[in-house]
């Protein structure tokens, strides 16, 4: 779908925006209200402004010229008495003006702010329901940027130009009704140029509007630039990549440069094509009220009121030349942060689904079929059942679908064919919040969040009792290295934990599984990256943990398989061999020639499925 290229286009995008906005504004009703009644007056104001000038020039300097005698008893009062009152009304229509203008600036930015702190919030939320499928592509540092710099930018805007927009369309139609009051041919005369904004507003618009929407994504891709090499620090200082990341990166930072650069100057011409404009009406307004008032036809104060409001009129222009720019930009973070909105998760709730009661733990695979994308299937007709509390090993080749096959259960995925049944029902029919919570989950790399080593279990299972973090822990032989720490379960890790070797990270990783106490166990290679005796701590944790629970191992370690009751071995996305050790030995198949090799005299002391069949 093409991008909108003009102002005029984009308003649209505006409109989208301002549709979005306008339910979590109504929440806020009062302040808008408030805000609108305060821009309102310090209008009102403002047209008032040149009045007091108008009278002292009309009444106390050139009285000869003022016509009409609307106000007879202040005409004949002392000129001295009638310059302190109109002085006075000056100082009482700008003081007025600035309360108000007061009054509206702080509602509008506190509304402002109020809604767009609402949307980062409610995007968060959002970014954290969306599927798997979205996070596959998505790259999380453009991401960030929307969140927070869009947001951010989209907040920015609708307080310094949407509402500053509004308050000059106010000015300008309230002081081109006044003008036409005031003399209808000299009012066309000022207002005769209007109509020629729209040109080079459009024109350069467009240009400016490009520019900061370029901009904006190149800021993403830099974003996600320094994200990717910062979360691989250590690998790319490994592998001397810094030069080429900076480089990458440097690249981007100078294109946006360049675009940032482009989108000032763009503005910065309407803005001075705008200034000459006015420059034009203004000596028209100057030669042409002149022109009346010396054949008697207008007053001097009248000429000062028109050349005032002219200002006044033809400063919203200028200020829209300014905030084309920003508004540009607005619609640009905006649409991005509205596409994410428009991301529905296609993995949530069914209608009708209810939450899942207690689980025995039976898993049933019935002619499941998977793909990541359309005609590349992963998973091929794969049917399974699994009885409640035995252990699955999925063994076999990287690359053939086992981590997708167990992720299907807690429906990190839906299968594209066929279903997956827990106790007998599809887990579709189930709440995804119900489901998942009776599924624990180790993986090969433990991510700690910030925070206590208590919380990071407590992660399992939210509002768990000290006690039950501490009985997690010494399931998972973590209790002892746990309490050798500075200080206990109260101490901090970092941001991937990285005070804790793998093997502990791994430990708490099962504590958190543990705490959790559900029926129903996935272990993606739990123990791949730890040595020996990490190894053994982990798997001793590992078959506590399982003990009971429907458990899944995907593994490389053929004899940590070979204790589970269920072995299943994955080629091309189908279970091409299923049974227990003893059986698959008999077969003398796949499995059988694997087992054999890793378990003869040449055994590495890691031997990893890919190894033997490179072997
Ligand atoms: P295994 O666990 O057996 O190593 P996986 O289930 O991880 O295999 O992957 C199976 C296939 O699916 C691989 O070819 C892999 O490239 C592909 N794959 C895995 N994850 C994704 C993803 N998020 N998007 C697209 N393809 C994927």
């Not at 480089?247 to 930072?253: D, I, M, P, T």
């Not at 994410?340 to 998760?345: C, H, I, Q, S, T």
């Not at 997956?420 to 998942?436: E, M, Q």
Request: with cysteine; glycine share 8%.
């Amino acid at each position: 779908m093409g991008r909108p290229q003009t102002l005029k286009q984009s308003m649209p995008g505006i409109l989208r925006i301002l549709r979005f906005l306008w339910p979590y504004t109504r929440k806020h009703r009062p302040l808008v209200t408030g805000s609108f009644a305060a821009l309102f007056l310090s209008v009102a104001f403002k047209t008032l402004e040149p009045w007091p000038l108008k009278f002292v020039f009309d009444r106390v300097i050139m009285p000869e010229h003022a016509k009409e005698t609307v106000l007879p008893w202040i005409t004949s009062r002392d000129p001295v008495v009638l310059l302190t009152l109109a002085s006075v009304a000056l100082l009482a229509v700008i003081g007025l003006r600035a309360v108000a203008m007061y009054y509206n600036k702080v509602g509008f930015a506190l509304v402002g702010n109020r809604v767009l702190t609402d949307v980062r919030g409610a995007l968060f939320r959002h970014l954290h329901c969306l599927s798997l499928s979205f996070h596959d592509k998505a790259r999380s540092g453009d991401l960030i940027v929307r969140v927070i710099s869009d947001i951010g930018m989209l907040r920015e805007v609708a307080v310094t130009a949407f509402m500053p927009m509004l308050a000059s369309v106010l000015i300008l139609v309230s002081m081109a009704t006044l003008m036409l009051s005031l003399n209808g041919p000299l009012a066309l005369v000022a207002l005769a140029t209007l109509p020629l904004y729209w040109l080079p507003t459009k024109r350069l618009g467009r240009r400016i509007q490009g520019a900061a929407r370029d901009q904006r994504k190149r800021e993403g891709a830099m974003a996600s630039t320094a994200a990717e090499s910062m979360g691989a620090i250590k690998l790319v200082q490994a592998l001397s990549l810094e030069d080429a990341f900076s480089q990458s990166f440097s690249s981007q930072n100078r294109k946006s440069l360049k675009e940032g650069v482009l989108a000032r100057r763009l503005a910065a011409r309407l803005q001075g094509t705008v200034s000459l404009m006015i420059g034009l009406s203004t000596a028209l307004v100057l030669w042409y009220g002149t022109y009346l008032i010396l054949h008697d036809r207008l007053s001097p104060g009248d000429l000062l009121v028109f050349i005032a409001y002219l200002k006044s009129t033809f400063r919203p222009m200028q200020d829209f030349a300014k905030y084309t720019a920003r508004l540009a930009k607005a619609s640009a973070a905006g649409e991005r942060v509205l596409d994410l909105f428009d991301e529905v998760p296609d993995v949530c709730d069914r209608p009708g689904a209810a939450p899942a009661p207690s689980f025995r733990g039976a898993v049933r695979f019935e002619r499941v079929g998977f793909a990541y994308e359309p005609g590349h299937p992963v998973l091929r007709g794969v049917d399974l059942s699994v009885e409640p509390g035995r252990q699955v090993a999925l063994v076999g080749p990287s690359g053939n679908g086992k981590s997708t096959l167990v992720s299907l259960l807690p429906r990190l995925y839906d299968p594209t064919e066929g279903r997956v049944c827990i106790d007998g029902r599809d887990v579709r029919d189930f709440t995804l919040r119900s489901l998942r919570a009776q599924i624990s989950l180790v993986l090969q790399d433990t991510v700690l969040f910030a925070g206590t080593i208590r919380d990071n279990i407590a992660y399992g299972a939210p509002g768990a009792s000290d006690a039950e973090i501490e009985e997690a822990a010494r399931l998972a032989n973590a209790h002892g290295f746990i309490r050798r720490l500075p200080n206990g379960y109260d101490t901090a890790v970092g941001e991937r934990g990285v005070t804790l070797s793998t093997g502990q990270r791994q430990r708490i990783a099962v504590a958190r599984a543990a705490v959790r106490r559900s029926p129903i166990l996935i272990l993606d290679e739990p123990t791949s990256a730890l040595d020996e005796a990490s190894e053994r701590a982990v798997v001793e944790a590992l078959e506590r943990l399982s003990k009971g629970r429907t458990t899944f191992l995907i593994t490389h370690n053929l004899r940590h398989a070979a204790r589970s009751d269920l072995i299943l071995f994955l080629e091309n996305g189908r279970i091409s061999e299923q049974g227990s050790h003893a059986e698959l030995m008999r077969l003398g198949g796949r499995y059988a020639a694997l087992f054999t090799l890793e378990n003869t005299a040449f055994v590495p002391s890691h031997p990893s499925t890919d190894h033997a069949l490179a072997l």
